[in-house]
């Protein structure tokens, strides 16, 4: 029989504190159940955990970069900025992995995404988008030919998420080209072809003011978020100092 572990149960195994427990669950590090309003973990997933990697891999400076990356504001401010600009937009590891939910996406991705081998698709498209030696151009196309914009955000120098935005057409298509593509991608992703066609009319066609406010806006929201990676890593440390000094207050007063 399985046997589940709380979270508390997982932190006191793992050697790492709440947050970082859910945030390996966010993304995709470790499988749960919810109960109600609990999680639940089987104990083989960290069984596995602790044979892949060491007990004190958690506080190395290359993971903490995953582990503290603020997913919560993140979202916040990503959803603002795809709700101004009228864009889809999204944050991913350095492997193309999501780390945010899609904000702003149009009747047409959140189509295409229903499928599951239309949802495959998007997520190779985005591991394509973020390769390091895939930037020809500042606009870069993804499988069904929208067009997006990726930014880096670091951690102490270091390449750490990108920012994607997009889901537009720079120009639209050819509508011969555009209905054979649709056509294909209806048998390829099993979706009907009438609401695909429906679906793609409403892909917006950005004008060139639209797409230099992308170019300039899609950085500074990256930067933003950066800063609040950089703002809670400093926090963290601080608590981790003020830890240290209670813990050496404790054993002088013992």
Known sequence: MTEWLTAHQVQDILKVDRVTVYRMLNDGRIKGI??????????????????G????KPDSAVDSMIQDFPVDCAQNVQEIYAG???????????????????????????????SPA???????????ITKPDSQTSPFQKCHAGLSYVRSKIEYEGQPNAWLISGQFFLNRPDPQEE????????????????????????????????????????PKVA??????????????????QIAALSAIQTKLTD
């Open 34 to 51: 919810k109960i109600g309003q609990q999680w639940r973990f089987a104990h083989t997933e960290v069984n596995r955990l602790l044979g």
């Open 179 to 218: 209905k054979a593509g649709l056509e294909r991608m209806a048998a390829e992703y099993t979706l009907p072809t009438d609401a695909l066609q429906a679906a793609a009319q409403k892909i917006p066609a950005l004008a060139p003011d639209q797409r230099d406010q992308v170019l300039e806006w899609t």
């Open 53 to 56: 990697e060491s007990e004190d």
């Open 84 to 114: 101004i600009l009228g864009v889809g937009a999204l944050m991913t590891n350095l492997a193309g992995e999501p780390l945010t939910n899609i904000h702003f996406a149009g009747p047409f991705c959140k189509l295409i995404q229903s």
């Open 223 to 240: 930067n933003t978020i950066q800063s609040f990676l950089c703002e809670r890593a400093e926090l963290m440390n601080r608590l981790q």
């Open 118 to 128: 239309g949802k495959a698709a998007c997520q190779a498209s985005w591991r394509k």
